[in-house]
């Protein structure tokens, strides 16, 4: 099983997340995911480096391979675009940037180019339409393509890696899950109770998704004492407690500042695990793994990922080893 990090591109500096996933490879992590904002969900969170910039020299830096977030749907990145920038990314690092999950977008990161935000059925429609465009352009093909959504004119990418990522797709729910089994090389959720994923997974496969590798991100907040692991998560993450929708929907910093106001710290239980010990991290994993998840990425919510990622080398990745053997 693929035990990976997540760089969390909206709480630290570009720089110092090059210095967190160097350490992530030296603490035994197999991957590193990666997420795609202009923007932070909450203020203190205080970055939001780009991730297509920052991809490259994070692959120069280690040797882990690499899954990314991005959004097809036209918004910030024509697909053209895109291809280009996974294509370019891809030829210079052979096999390092593994898949792509392809997402249907927030308007808090893409309402910056002056975009009217759409309902969920069009952003699905003009993700499917540039994930075809994106996939073409990596096969090498020309694309010349007029449709409701894009305008692309004989594109063609002439510089390209010998074997193109994958193009997962990123679902939170049911239904986006099944929708996408059919088109996506894979799928990647974030973590639920052990039923929902259940679910969430024979959606997938009921769509088309048969056989097909799944990720999952699972968001933790570690500290040495619970106290201190739920106000990190309340300070730092407490985002993560308001309604899925929220996520889609909220157009800036600002307004989910104000929608995470009514989140209290006992809230942050619900939404995110507290870790001090090695055995409930343990758990979760060992539950994706029966899910049938095989690839599982760790989002640390707290600041201190240097003690996080001291934790997981001394006392988490040593036991999934020993449990594997």
């Known amino acids: 099983m693929i035990i ?65 977030l991005a959004i097809p749907g036209g918004w910030r990145y024509h697909p053209a675009v895109l291809a280009h920038l996974i294509g370019t990314i891809s030829e210079m690092f052979p096999g390092q940037l593994r898949w792509i999950a392809m997402g249907s977008g927030e308007a808090l990161n893409e309402h910056v180019v002056g975009c009217e935000w759409p309902e969920k059925a069009e952003r699905n429609a003009r993700l499917l339409a540039g994930t075809e465009i994106v996939r073409a352009l990596l096969r090498g093909e020309e694309v010349d393509r007029r449709d409701r959504w894009f305008t692309v004119d004989k594109a063609r990418l002439w510089s390209l890696p010998a074997t193109p990522p994958a193009l997962f797709a990123a679902a939170l729910s049911d239904a986006t899950a099944q929708w996408a089994g059919g088109w996506s090389d894979g799928l990647v959720t974030v973590s639920k109770s052990k039923h929902k994923l259940v679910d969430m997974v024979e959606a997938y496969r009921k769509g088309g998704g048969q056989e097909k590798p799944l990720a999952l991100q699972v968001q933790v907040c570690w500290a040495e004492s619970e106290a201190q692991a739920r106000a990190a998560a309340w300070e730092e993450w407490r985002n993560a407690a308001l309604p899925p929708a ?55 919510v707290s600041r201190d990922q240097i003690g996080f990622l001291d934790f997981m080398k001394r006392q988490v990745l040593p036991a999934l080893r020993a449990s594997d053997a």
Not at 14 to 24: G, H, R
Request: glycine share 6%; proline share 5%.
């Open 4 to 68: 990976g990090y997540h760089a969390s591109h909206e709480q630290f500096a570009p720089s110092d997340l090059i210095s967190y996933v160097q350490a992530a490879e030296d603490a035994g992590f197999h991957a590193i995911m990666t997420s795609d904002h202009i923007a932070p969900w909450l203020c203190r969170q205080g970055n939001s480096g780009n991730n297509w910039a920052w991809l490259g020299a994070a692959m120069a830096k280690t040797s882990l391979s690499f899954g990314s």
């Open 246 to 300: 929220s996520l889609s929907d909220l157009r800036t910093t600002a307004d989910f500042e104000r929608a995470a106001d009514k989140v209290r710290p006992e809230d942050i239980d619900e939404a995110i695990p507290l870790v001090t010990r090695p055995d409930p991290l343990i758990e979760i994993i060992s539950t994706a793994k029966a899910c049938g998840f095989q690839e599982v990425f760790i989002h640390n």
